[in-house]
């Protein structure tokens, strides 16, 4: 069973830094690609970062500058580095990726439990 565990929520000062981490569990075979999806209340759940397994990344304009993504493969985890909060960074921050497991070997897409960022002005 892959699993995809974050951790490293909180809340923060407008200013302030967090760095959330997420990790890939299971029987896995291969993953492509890594991202933050964010949920604030009464809102669409939207991209936030995303990164292939070559390193490639994109983000969302609103962050563009401010969070930076990255990936270790060999421990199959991705990162969030988010400086310069805001408090409309706050909502929940879900880790997703596109795995391969060894056991099916057929790809889907993964998604963890979700972390609560907070940012007080």
């Known amino acids: 069973q892959v699993q995809l565990v974050e951790s490293g929520g909180g809340s923060m000062q407008a200013g302030g830094s967090l760095r959330l981490s997420c990790a890939a569990s299971?029987?896995?075979?291969?993953?492509?690609?890594m991202g933050w999806y964010r949920q604030a209340p009464g809102k669409q759940r939207e991209l936030v970062a995303g990164?292939?397994?070559?390193?490639?990344?994109n983000y969302a304009d609103s962050v563009k500058g401010r969070f930076t993504i990255s990936r270790d493969n060999a421990k199959k985890t991705v990162y969030l580095q988010m400086n310069s909060l805001k408090p409309e960074d706050t909502a929940v921050y879900y880790c997703?990726?596109?795995?391969?497991?060894?056991?099916?070997?057929?790809?889907?897409?993964?998604w963890g439990q979700g972390t609560q960022v907070t940012v007080s002005s």
């Open positions: 299971g029987s896995i075979f291969s993953i492509n690609t």
């Open positions: 997703n990726a596109w795995v391969v497991p060894a056991t099916t070997f057929r790809g889907s897409n993964y």
């Open positions: 990164i292939t397994s070559g390193g490639s990344s």
